[in-house]
């Protein structure tokens, strides 16, 4: 390797603090869910109020997106993403201390949503400050590998926990996990290493503006955030309503931890197995398409399941598939509208998923006259099959950037 760029083995441990902070904030925004039924009771409010302390993240994130991007592409990742881990951990401490008010709650919440842009718009940035091109899907990878672990403990931890310790107490334990990783982040992360990952060239970025002016040019960004809209309003909806989507059928608030733990593992299994392979072949629609046509079968199974093991098995294949595609997709979007910063990229792109909220609420609003989500969930198997055809459209980035 040239001595004008080399890789540096300190860029797993930034990508490691980066990866830890992510867990610890999806812990927070996830752990209401599993327990809607015995918070709501604990608060003294509706089902309603309790899934909207996760919505609230979603709704945080489309004023907060853009601006926070133009940050992470101006004055580095570092900075801002300290910002948000600071804010994360003292909202979730406080979060803890607020007790049985549910208001405190909310507005501790508020605090920690708002955190969540500095981190997930920053999921590409390190990995192209610190990685070479050939590592950079499977560095995002293993940053959604740590959402979905985050997610995956506060869903199966949460209903244990509850049964021992108070609902606050818990949360204040989330709180000062949070604070330890935000310290860990603060005082290890670098921003570049002395030189950089790959030739010259090959990282050329626009200013934000001109880059986010360029990106919104390319046909392919344009489905490509059709798709995500559609993907991640169908995760966040079944995981904010996870309880409640099982309710009907006799399962339990365990049984809703099992089944979104199992659903984030094969997630997490997915987002381990299927980048490298994009990333050797350099392809990745082709593994947008796999993913996202292999989640339908999951879908149909969680949505009619009535015996636990099928629940359990779809929620699993459903999660390996669709979450699998999420790394591909935010690599398929820097590639495709470079010279776009990889902020700016990520930053629509994630805004785009997040402004999925609205079907997260939708899902709810359809739910029958005897609480089940049926309705919500076929529309949700619609939506998949749309994505699929949608992909099929798309082109790569290599074809769209005539390299």
Same mark, same amino acid.
């Given at each position: 390797?040239?001595?004008?760029?080399?890789?540096?083995?300190?860029?797993?441990?930034?990508? &490691?603090?980066?990866?830890?902070?992510?867990?610890?904030?999806?812990?927070?925004?996830?752990?209401?869910?599993?327990?809607?039924?015995? &918070?709501?009771?604990?608060?003294?409010?509706?089902?309603?109020?309790?899934?909207?302390?996760?919505?609230?993240?979603?709704?945080?994130?489309?004023?907060?997106?853009?601006?926070?991007?133009?940050?992470?592409?101006?004055?580095?990742?570092? $900075?801002?993403?300290?910002?948000?881990?600071?804010?994360?951990?003292?909202?979730?401490?406080?979060?803890?201390? &607020?007790?049985?008010?549910?208001?405190?709650?909310?507005?501790?919440?508020?605090?920690?949503?708002? &955190?969540?842009?500095?981190?997930?718009?920053?999921?590409?940035?390190?990995?192209?400050?610190?990685?070479?091109?050939?590592?950079?899907?499977?560095?995002?990878?293993?940053?959604?590998?740590?959402?979905?672990?985050?997610?995956?403990?506060?869903?199966?931890?949460?209903?244990?926990?509850?049964?021992?310790?108070?609902?606050?107490?818990?949360?204040?334990?989330?709180?000062?996990?949070?604070?330890?990783?935000?310290?860990?982040?603060?005082? $290890?992360?670098?921003?570049?290493?002395?030189?950089?990952?790959?030739?010259?060239?090959?990282?050329?970025?626009?200013?934000?503006?001109?880059?986010?002016?360029?990106?919104?040019?390319?046909?392919?960004?344009?489905?490509?955030?059709?798709?995500?809209?559609?993907?991640?309003?169908?995760?966040?909806?079944?995981?904010?309503?996870?309880?409640?989507?099982?309710?009907?059928?006799?399962?339990?608030?365990?049984?809703?931890?099992?089944?979104?733990?199992?659903?984030?593992?094969?997630?997490?299994?997915?987002?381990?197995?299927?980048?490298?392979?994009?990333?050797?072949?350099?392809?990745?629609?082709?593994?947008?398409?796999?993913?996202?046509?292999?989640?339908?079968?999951?879908?149909?199974?969680?949505?009619?399941?009535?015996?636990?093991?099928?629940?359990?098995?779809?929620?699993?294949?459903?999660?390996?598939?669709?979450?699998?595609?999420?790394?591909?997709?935010?690599?398929?979007?820097?590639?495709?509208?470079?010279?776009?910063?990889?902020?700016?990229?990520?930053?629509?792109?994630?805004?785009?998923?997040?402004?999925?909220?609205?079907?997260?609420?939708?899902?709810?609003?359809?739910?029958?006259?005897?609480?089940?989500?049926?309705?919500?969930?076929?529309?949700?198997?619609?939506?998949?099959?749309?994505?699929?055809?949608?992909?099929?459209?798309?082109?790569?980035?290599?074809?769209?950037?005539?390299?």
């Amino acid at each position: 390797m040239s001595d004008s760029y080399k890789l540096y083995r300190y860029r797993w441990v930034v990508l &490691a603090v980066f990866m830890l902070i992510n867990l610890a904030i999806q812990v927070l925004w996830i752990s209401y869910a599993p327990i809607t039924g015995p &918070a709501a009771a604990f608060y003294g409010v509706s089902d309603r109020q309790i899934g909207f302390l996760a919505m609230s993240f979603m709704i945080a994130f489309i004023p907060l997106s853009l601006p926070v991007a133009w940050a992470i592409d101006t004055y580095g990742f570092r $900075l801002t993403v300290s910002i948000g881990a600071l804010m994360m951990g003292v909202f979730g401490v406080l979060r803890g201390l &607020a007790g049985d008010s549910y208001s405190l709650v909310l507005w501790s919440t508020i605090g920690i949503a708002a &955190a969540q842009p500095f981190l997930l718009n920053a999921w590409t940035k390190i990995p192209a400050r610190w990685f070479s091109i050939q590592e950079r899907a499977t560095a995002v990878g293993l940053v959604t590998l740590a959402n979905l672990v985050g997610t995956a403990l506060g869903m199966a931890l949460t209903p244990i926990l509850t049964e021992r310790l108070s609902i606050p107490n818990v949360q204040l334990i989330y709180g000062a996990i949070a604070s330890i990783s935000a310290a860990l982040f603060i005082a $290890l992360a670098r921003e570049t290493p002395p030189t950089p990952p790959c030739p010259a060239g090959l990282d050329t970025r626009a200013l934000m503006l001109d880059g986010f002016k360029h990106a919104l040019t390319i046909r392919s960004f344009w489905l490509l955030l059709l798709i995500m809209f559609m993907g991640m309003g169908i995760f966040n909806g079944i995981t904010t309503w996870v309880e409640n989507i099982i309710r009907p059928r006799g399962f339990t608030p365990a049984d809703a931890g099992t089944l979104g733990a199992l659903m984030l593992v094969g997630g997490i299994l997915g987002a381990v197995v299927i980048p490298p392979f994009s990333d050797r072949q350099r392809k990745r629609v082709p593994y947008l398409l796999l993913g996202f046509s292999l989640a339908i079968p999951g879908l149909i199974g969680l949505t009619f399941a009535t015996s636990g093991w099928l629940l359990y098995v779809s929620g699993f294949a459903l999660g390996f598939f669709l979450i699998s595609a999420s790394p591909v997709l935010m690599q398929y979007a820097a590639e495709v509208t470079q010279p776009t910063p990889e902020g700016t990229s990520n930053g629509i792109i994630q805004l785009c998923g997040q402004a999925s909220v609205v079907f997260v609420y939708l899902m709810e609003a359809l739910k029958s006259s005897n609480g089940a989500f049926t309705p919500a969930l076929l529309l949700a198997v619609g939506l998949l099959m749309l994505s699929a055809l949608v992909i099929r459209r798309m082109k790569e980035a290599g074809a769209v950037n005539g390299i």
